[in-house]
T-cell receptor, first 110, second 113 residues
Framework: EDQVTQSPEALRLQEGESSSLNCSYT??????LFWYRQDPGKGPEFLFT???AGEEKEKERLKATLTKKESFLHITAPKPEDSATYLC???????????FGGGTRVLVKP | DVKVTQSSRYLVKRTGEKVFLECVQD?????MFWYRQDPGLGLRLIYF???????EKGDIPEGYSVSREKKERFSLILESASTNQTSMYLCASSLGMVVYGYTFGSGTRLTVV
C-alpha cells in the first residue's frame, strides 16, 4: 500500500534557526513528489514538484530535495511568516491521485 | 493561474439537512477531487472525478455523494448532515496526469449542529 509519512508532526523554531522537515514515501513508480504550504483556515498552496532522485528546488528560504526514499524541505534562517503546515504528497505512474502525508506544523517565533 | 473556487468559506447547518458544497475550476482540468481535513487525520479523499458524469469513491465516501454535470463544476452532497461531518472540506483539480499535481480551493469550514 502506498504511504507517505512526514516528521516531525510539529516543529517550533526561533527566528533564524534553520531546520529540515522529512517526507518518507513508499510509492511504487513515483512520478512526482509535491510540497504544499497551508496556512490556518486556508487551502494548501503549491510550493514545489520534484521528479527524480537528486533533484533540488529552491524558493526564498525553502529548499526541497529528493532521494529514492524520502524528500526533505529545508528552511534556512526562517522568519515568523514561514509559520504554516507543510504537506508533502506523492504521485505515481498509474492513477491520477496523490497520496498525502499528515503534514508538519511549523511555528517560527520572533 | 488556475483558480479553484469553493462557494462558501464557512457554513453552519443543522443535523439532518441536505448540504451542497460547490467547487468550480476555470482551467479545463479533467480531474476534480473532494477531501476533508481533520486535526490529526490529515487529508482524506472522499470522492474524485476524472471526467464529466464520472466519479469514483475515495477512502471515506460514506454519507456523501457527488455530482459532475459540467467539466468545470464538482459538487459534494451531504445527504443528511451529521455532527461527525463537521470538518474543513477542500476541493482540488488537476490535469490528466498526476505529475502536474493539484490546485486547491480555499476550503469550506462546515459546522453541523
Amino acid at each position: 500500500e502506498d504511504q507517505v509519512t512526514q516528521s516531525p508532526e510539529a516543529l517550533r523554531l526561533q527566528e533564524g534557526e534553520s531546520s529540515s522537515l522529512n517526507c518518507s514515501y513508499t510509492v511504487s513508480g513515483l512520478r512526482g513528489l509535491f510540497w504544499y504550504r497551508q496556512d490556518p483556515g486556508k487551502g494548501p498552496e503549491f510550493l514545489f514538484t520534484l521528479y527524480s532522485a537528486g533533484e533540488e528546488k529552491e524558493k526564498e528560504r525553502l529548499k526541497a530535495t529528493l532521494t529514492k526514499k524520502e524528500s526533505f524541505l529545508h528552511i534556512t534562517a526562517p522568519k515568523p511568516e514561514d509559520s504554516a503546515t507543510y504537506l508533502c504528497a506523492a504521485g505515481k505512474a498509474a492513477g491520477n491521485k496523490l497520496t498525502f502525508g499528515g503534514g508538519t506544523r511549523v511555528l517560527v517565533k520572533p | 493561474d488556475v483558480k479553484v473556487t469553493q462557494s462558501s468559506r464557512y457554513l453552519v447547518k443543522r443535523t439532518g439537512e441536505k448540504v451542497f458544497l460547490e467547487c468550480v475550476q476555470d482551467m479545463d482540468h479533467e480531474n476534480m477531487f473532494w477531501y476533508r481535513q481533520d486535526p490529526g487525520l490529515g487529508l482524506r479523499l472522499i470522492y474524485f472525478s476524472y471526467d464529466v458524469k464520472m466519479k469514483e469513491k475515495g477512502d471515506i465516501p460514506e454519507g456523501y455523494s457527488v455530482s459532475r454535470e459540467k467539466k468545470e463544476r464538482f459538487s459534494l452532497i451531504l445527504e443528511s448532515a451529521s455532527t461527525n461531518q463537521t470538518s474543513m472540506y477542500l476541493c482540488a483539480s488537476s490535469l490528466g496526469m498526476v505529475v502536474y499535481g493539484y490546485t486547491f480551493g480555499s476550503g469550506t469550514r462546515l459546522t453541523v449542529v
